[in-house]
């Protein structure tokens, strides 16, 4: 459940970008990458065992 808001606030992003809203589009796309990176790094050091 909780990694559909990736997916969520990725899409809220390109549909910003192709309507000309580019700083409020690029914002999105800065929180998706964000969530993706704090999920990679919580799921491959307590599932995963890599240390990063």
């Known amino acids: 459940m909780y990694m559909f808001?990736?997916?969520l606030t990725a899409?809220?992003?390109l549909i910003l970008v192709w309507f000309e809203k580019r700083l409020a589009?690029?914002?999105?796309?800065?929180v998706?990458?964000?969530i993706?990176?704090?999920?990679?790094r919580f799921h491959?050091?307590?599932?995963?065992?890599i240390s990063l």
């Open 5 to 7: 808001l990736p997916f």
């Open 36 to 40: 993706l990176m704090v999920w990679f």
């Open 11 to 13: 899409l809220i992003g």
């Open 32 to 34: 998706t990458v964000a």
């Open 25 to 30: 589009g690029l914002t999105f796309l800065a």
């Open 44 to 49: 491959a050091s307590s599932h995963l065992n």
